[in-house]
């Protein structure tokens, strides 16, 4: 999977780099469709010490699943972020078995239905 990580404000360390890499990675268990992700980090201007967001966006054909979060680090920003991907991605993954299954039943009903109009045309 290609996974592309942007930073704005600041440059990302290497460590921080492979850790992306390695949580983002892994969401290609979840889905089999998954063509790439991008990420972006963001250092926002805001009292306090919850300003590093992370914004994932995983390709899917067809659709693009996603998530975003603001917290004290980076590396928990995208550990949330991941976390509701695999949410999003189980959904859509769900939503299309169902779809196939639907498609899949329609055919048998099809094909049967053909079939009692044959065996009707035989008698």
Known sequence: ?????????????????????????????????????????????CEGNENKTAEVRVKIRGNDAIASKTSASFEESVDVVVEALKKQLLKMKDKQHKKMNNKEIRKINQHNKSSDIEADDME
């Open 1 to 45: 999977m290609n996974i592309k990580i942007a930073s704005l404000h600041f440059k990302a360390d290497q460590k921080l780099e492979n850790f992306i890499n390695d949580k983002v990675g892994k969401l290609i268990k979840v889905h089999e469709g998954i063509i790439g992700a991008d990420v972006i980090l963001k250092l926002e201007n």
